[in-house]
């Protein structure tokens, strides 16, 4: 089967006309010279009729209006460029004349006859339903197995079902490919009822196939999209298949797509706006038409998908822009062209690759906080404005007291983002770090042991007492800080931080409040807007340490095990004033005080999106790895070094592994290298001035396998060299992934040591741990 | 022949005074008064430690950069004399009598003094007239914050000469190029430009990014030279050979020369010892050389060894065992095996010892011949002292839950058997039958039941294990990990067959003779990995700052204080050239793109050669500011404004290439020239004010009172300081 349809793709292939600028190409593909080789008699007619010898000016006019993408042809094509077009004067003006001849030669070529045309689109589409049917068939193959979570199917899982639940949560990546994941979720039925605590949870009755189903068709896409990507690049149906079957049965893209995971999804993206990004170049001899402006738009749309589901996304904005403004640079210095124009192709892309997908960004933004309106896990990383939005938490139509006063318990939150609150607990500081006094951290869940009472630094009478006035807290003065759960003080001295060693310890000392002179804070209004008063919410206050002059601030450092990793808390004796070291006071309790309303504090929509972002990048910093985990370093990746085990690790477990298929992953590593070493002889010689055919802009196998195929032999022979060669690569790929499909599909009994394993003799590299 | 007899011998001598006089200024202006304050000024107290240890020749570890910038200082305290015998401790500290100081702040003053007159080469080999070059000469003789730095025993300004060094050079390559390659000047400068990138890498790793820098100006004048359809193939080879072999190959070798040099001097042991390899330290007089020296070289069965993790994190330590048992139950409740406690422990101990048994046999001594132990043997471990075999088995680790406990085994006569089998896996062996060898050998001790591998996990025990490091069988093995690493470290073969003469034994020092080395190449590898990767801990400085301070001199070092008088020296730029540059480069990126942006329509504002000199200034000078100021925005280390000072200097070069631009070609006519030459001249003696206003502040040498340094503290954020009671 798949032997008759190649030889079907192959006729295809020779007969193919693309459109548009193809003619002069295919054309010239065919009358390639190699010394002492006879002229294939196929673009005879085609020759006589352009009566055009000369090959440099066709290269010109594919290079001029081709604008290849920087992948394929770019670093040619802009050396080029740059050759001819580099000196000012009237080269440029020579330049355009042979392109006009080109083009009208492209349009006066006869075109075949209709019968054949027909036959050959509707083979197209043959071809490209069987390569997605093929990709749908291996990814939807056993997708419900294993019945139980997998890897980061736990953290995504759950997400979605915080969407279909409403519960605000936080999370490093942006919400697109989370909500996505979460409306097919609803939309197949899922409740949202699960509650996907940790990889290995059996799902039950609940219904997750929906979520599955949803990640692998994306996936599924990648295969068609990549297809017709090379397709377009390299006009050649052998190169097309060979990529459409390379990712096809790589393991690693297959595994990848069979969970619940924003892998599937963001790769999508990046591929659909890959392949949007090169339709719209080979629309770029007519501007402003309609698949222009869709392909255009389609690629920022994919732009913002790709930077909606992950921050990764970025990396294929920068190829695209990269694209883009190579694109503009040479549209602005074709002379033929008005500035007007070029204005107008610059707000074009404007309009389309900047403000269309950051509208995007921002409204998958607007979803989400829409539909996240209840208190979920994720309040404390947020500033206190941002989570009186969120109903159920505490301070959602809240009234508290307005101005600080003695005796009135509060929290106190640092005004870096994703600090938290001030906290102590009933821990020491263990021996050999500081004083053995009690621990004093950051904590950014909200917890009884965050509250603390404010007193005056000399007496201990309960100011609570109805019978004393109501005395408010001013700038500059002298205050204790109490914690409420354990009647410490909030304290400080001449000993070193636990982590940041040139600063202060910070502790909680003293009994029932009474403690020494080292509790003693002089507290102060920065910028003071609201008078010498003291505001909750508002006002950003300092602690001065009075004895040591230092000032309270956390400094962002995990705490080891014995500080349960919270955030450190020191004593900072430089001064400069950072957010660090500044807080504000969020709950506030004093029965004698009256409270108002905290409706004032709403914060608008760019507040709340350039806060999450500030919370996201933190997350992101803040992300390292924990002391058992492993993790793989970067330069592991494109050799294959080690996989992944999504699933089980026993023999009697059901097995699932993330590792690509090393016979792709190797082939691809070979391909890069040969291309660059290609890429720079051709770029040496064209700098010497050498003339090159013009088959060396095709994809890298397809072309080498031609030109081995020509220099070796006549016509027919090479014809079928390079159907072989082509045949190989395919069968190579397809029977490596029967050898190793039993990793992405799961396999169950012993392991791969034991001879009657599946995978017994393929672990090829010892990090393999299968 | 006899030439010379035919005719006269003529030297022609061509001295451009202009170069001279510079020079002799610039020598005034770094070397005056040289030797004051005769204290310890900032840096130099850390920079002193290390010429300190060269003096000795002690081996010290330095991760702040390649050795040939302490190797220079060195120098100078060797010319000077100095025998190393100064505690390097404080700041401000008074220098002792034996302490040369002059020689040993002479060499930074030296090159500081001449960057001035290369300044002025540079600006004209880039073919900008000697105005021009004058100015860029001035304006860095008169840069405050160069002036400090140079006349310390600091590396900025040995760095700064290096980079103009690699950047004249490679100009004057350039220029030769039109008229006579190959010639013997073309190849000195060719040459000098490899040796002065390499010198300038040498000292601080931040010269890689001028070196780059370099590298890329010539790449892209080598890819023109390929496109000279003149030049023969032939030659456009050998063109390109000659670049490859001076800037490529001839670096290289100087790099590595510097760490040959840096590892002959310092051949003796000392405080960083033990962050080295076990080989490295036995590499080095005295330490452990004395211990390991004569130590049998393979280990056989029978054989007394310590073993020593390779990781090394957090402390380099031992594998080592002691009679008390782990705790029955933990504080969380966890149960334990209760057996003997194994760990990793950082000091030298009697305890330490373990002997290597043959599990068929029940000998703990070398037979003769000894039966070596090779990769894939199944060895048990016998704890010296107790006699108690090495033992793993699936009980949870104290302090890693996910790893199995390691303890030496006790028969309790329960349900747990011994599983005290290890094979014996060589990391870095060459053949699969390979000896075990001491020091060199790097093993891992791979359990036979559980397949767990021995670890050190890094965590500290506590108060019932005498907070020694956790070690773990590791069943979850991804693969290579330092931390699962061991070698043989001090190694005798035992002799005595009974517990009590081989305890006497063990208390003995090894000796016996067999002498090892390492080759310079190993060596070199490893003193620049582990140099890389030592981490300093990240401390915050209270003159710390970020890169956005710099451009606009937002922060300033306070160097040193008199401690009777208000007099001090700081590190502070010249406001008005610091600012001023910064314009300049703005207007020059600006220019560029107009200009490229016009050629692209094919509008050309200049003549092709001067739009070829105002690209090339350009990309040496903008580009040597972006090159040596950008990355500092992805480094994670504690900054100080001393870091910008390169950067400053290639931006303080373009800003008479952008002057004598703006007057050539956007004056239009002769009036509107003259008046921006007064303009310029106005500006320039503003420049000479403000550096004449803070020369106290350069050169310390002036107490001012505190109403006049008040008014000194032209920004809020400068630390100027101010003695209350005086």
Known sequence: MLCATSRFLAATALRAQPRGRGPALRCRRRELHFPGHPEPPLCDFLTGQLGRPSVPAGRRAILRRGRMPPAVGGGLAGSELRARRGRCGSQAARAVSPDVAVEAAARSHKQPAPGSRHFEAAGRWALLALVTLLSFATRFHRLDEPQHICWDETHFGKMGSYYINRTFFFDVHPPLGKMLIGLAGYLSGYDGTFSFQKPGDKYEHHNYMGMRGFCASLGSLLVPFAYLTVLELSKSLPAALLTAALLTFDTGCLTLSQYILLDPI??????????????????????????????????????????????????????????????????????????????????????????????????????HFMVLNKSGPGDGFFSSAFQARLSGNNLHNASIPE?????????????????????????????????????????????????????????????????????????????????????????????????????????????????????FWRIEVVNRKFGNRIKVLRSRIRFIHLVTGCVLGSSGKVLPKWGWEQLEVTCTP?????????????????????????????????????????????????????????????????INYQGLRFSGINDTDFRVYLLGNPVVWWLNLLSIALYLLSGSIIAVAMQRGARLPPEVEGVLWDTLLRLCAWSLASSSLARGIHTVGIMSLLLGAAYSFYLFHPLAYGMVGPLAQDPRSPMAGLRWLESWDF | MLGFLQRPVVVTADINLNVVALTAVGLLSRLWRLSYPRAVVFDEVYYGQYISFY?????????????????????????????????????????????????????????????????????????????????????????????????????????????????????KLCNSQKHGPFSLSWWFWLTLTGVACSCAVGIKYMGVFTYLLVLGVAAVHAWHLIGDRTLSNVCVLCHLLARAVALLVIPVIMYLLFFYVHLVLLCRSGPHDQIMSSAFQASLEGGLARITQGQPLEVAYGSQVTLRNVFGKPVPCWLHSHQNTYPMIYENGRGSSHQQQVTCYPFKDVNNWWIVKDPGRHQLVVNSPPRPVRHGDIVQLVHGMTTRLLNTHDVAAPLSPHSQEVSCYIDYNIS???????????????????????????????????????????????????????????????????????????????????????????????????????SFMA????????????????????????????????????????????????????????????????????????????????????????????????????????????????????????????????????????????????????????????????????????????????????????????????????????????
Request: net charge neutral; aromatic share 12%.
């Open chain 2, 523 to 726: 060596r070199f590898s490893e003193l620049q990995w582990r140099m890389l990767t030592v981490r300093s801990d990240d401390s915050e400085h209270k003159y710390s700052s970020t890169p956005l301070d710099w451009v606009t001199l937002d922060t300033n070092i306070a160097y040193w204080l008199h401690p009777t008088t208000s007099a001090q020296i700081h590190l502070l730029g010249n406001i008005v050239i610091w600012v001023s540059a910064s314009l300049a480069t703005v207007v020059y990126a600006l220019l560029l793109c107009w200009y490229l942006l016009r050629r692209r329509r094919s509008i050309c504002d200049l003549p092709e050669d001067s739009w070829l000199r105002w690209v090339l200034a350009g990309a040496l000078c903008a580009g040597g500011w972006a090159v040596n100021y950008l990355p500092f925005f992805l480094m994670e280390k504690t900054l100080f404004l001393y870091h910008y000072l390169p950067a400053l200097t290639f931006q303080i070069l373009l800003l008479p290439v952008v002057l004598q631009h703006i007057s050539d070609h956007l004056c239009r006519s002769q009036l509107q020239r003259s008046l921006f030459s007064a303009l310029v001249v106005a500006w320039y003696s503003c420049a000479c004010h403000v550096f004449n206003t803070l020369r106290p502040l350069t050169y310390g040498d002036k107490s001012l009172s505190p109403g006049e340094l008040r008014a000194l503290r032209w920004k809020e954020s400068w630390d100027i300081l101010i003695r209350k009671h005086q």
């Open chain 2, 416 to 518: 747990m058997p011994a599983q005290n089998l290890w094979r014996l896996d060589i990391v870095n062996r060459e053949s699969s039958t390979e000896v075990w060898k001491t020091i060199l050998s790097e093993v891992r001790f791979v359990h036979v039941n559980t397949s767990a591998i021995l670890k050190l996990s890094g965590a500290h025990l506590p108060d019932w294990g005498f907070r020694q490091l956790e070690v773990v069988g590791e069943k979850l093995s991804p693969g290579y990990h330092e931390s699962m690493v061991w070698n043989v470290e001090e190694h005798r073969y035992g002799r005595s067959q009974e517990q009590k003469e081989r305890e006497l034994e063990l208390h003995s020092p090894t000796q016996m003779d067999l002498s090892r080395n390492l």
């Open chain 1, 574 to 638: 430089y001064l400069k004033e950072t957010l660090n070291s500044i807080w504000n006071v969020e709950d506030h309790i004093n029965p004698k005080l009256p409270n108002i309303s905290l409706d004032v504090l709403q914060p608008s929509f760019p507040e709340i999106l350039l806060e999450s972002h500030m919370v996201m990048i933190r997350g992101n910093n803040g992300l390292k790895p924990k002391d058992n985990e492993f993790t793989s370093k970067p330069w592991h990746w494109p």
């Open chain 2, 55 to 171: 003096m000795k020749r002690i081996f010290f570890l330095d991760g702040s950069g390649p050795p040939l910038g302490h190797m220079l200082l060195a120098l100078g305290g060797y010319l000077g004399g100095f025998d190393g015998n100064f505690l390097w401790n404080r700041i401000g500290a008074e220098y002792s009598s034996n302490v040369p100081v002059w020689s040993l702040r002479l060499l930074p003053a030296l090159a500081g003094a001449l960057s001035v007159p290369m300044a002025y080469q540079i600006v004209w080999e880039l073919r900008f007239s000697h105005c021009a070059a004058m100015g860029a000469a001035l304006l860095v003789l008169i840069e405050n914050a160069l002036i400090t730095q140079a006349r310390l025993m600091l590396l900025e300004s040995v760095l700064i000469f290096f980079n103009l060094l690699a950047v004249l050079s490679y100009l």
């Open chain 1, 266 to 367: 963001l790769m999508f993206f990046i591929m659909a706006a890959m392949l949007s990004m090169v339709k719209y170049n080979s629309c770029a001899d007519r501007p402003f038409s309609a698949p222009w402006w869709f392909w255009l738009s389609l690629t920022g749309i994919n732009l913002a998908g790709a930077l909606g589901v992950k921050f990764v996304g970025l990396f294929i904005i920068v190829q695209v822009g990269w694209n883009t403004i190579s694109d503009l640079w040479h549209l602005f210095g074709d002379l033929s062209l008005s500035l007007v124009t070029v204005g107008k192709h610059l707000t074009a892309r404007i309009l389309c690759l900047i403000v269309l997908p950051l509208a995007l960004y921002t409204a998958t933004y607007a979803v």
């Open chain 1, 403 to 519: 101005y600080l006063a003695y005796g009135s318990v509060i929290t106190v939150k640092n005004l870096r983002m994703a600090i938290g609150y001030l906290h102590s607990h009933r821990h020491l500081y263990p021996e050999g770090i500081g004083a053995r006094q009690q621990q004093v951290t950051t904590y950014l869940h909200k917890d009884y042991n965050n509250l603390w009472i404010i007193k005056k630094h000399n007496t201990n009478s309960d100011p609570l007492d109805p019978s004393f006035p109501v005395e408010f807290v001013r700038h500059g003065d002298i205050i204790r800080l109490e914690h409420k759960e354990t009647s410490r003080n909030l304290h400080s001295h001449y000993h070193e931080a636990p982590l940041t060693r040139k600063h202060y310890q910070v502790t909680g000392y003293g009994i029932n409040g009474t403690g020494d002179s080292n509790d």
